[in-house]
């Protein structure tokens, strides 16, 4: 069975944590969506990149949650949710293939 990349699944964590959250009308809920997607993801990382660039990626993810806030005041909820879900998967995929060789 072919595993899902992490950076597909950090992507969705971000962008169905979100959907979640809104479309239950909580926010809870949406958040373990987000840590879910997130601990997988991280496993992943640490697995094919090492723990610094688990680390590393986890703060993305994390930090990439936290903009996607007064980003989208500037630009929209799902603007900003798809534009960071972005960031996080292309970082992603560049440093677990650096890491693969």
């Known amino acids: 069975m072919p595993s899902i990349p992490s950076p597909a699944i950090a992507a969705a ?3 169905g ?10 926010r809870p809920l ?10 997988v993801s991280a496993r992943e990382w640490q697995q ?17 949650f936290a903009g996607s806030h007064p980003l989208a005041k ?3 909820a799902w603007p900003a949710v798809f534009g ?4 996080v998967a292309g970082t992603s995929w560049v440093v677990t293939r650096v890491a693969k060789g």
């Open 17 to 26: 944590g979100y959907a979640v959250a809104r479309w239950t009308k909580k």
């Open 30 to 39: 949406g958040g373990v969506v987000l840590a879910a997607a997130g601990a």
């Open 48 to 64: 094919v990149a090492g723990g610094k660039a688990a680390a590393a990626l986890t703060g993305v993810y994390v930090a990439a």
């Open 84 to 87: 960071v879900a972005g960031v």
């Open 13 to 15: 964590g971000l962008v």
């Open 74 to 76: 500037k630009v929209g």
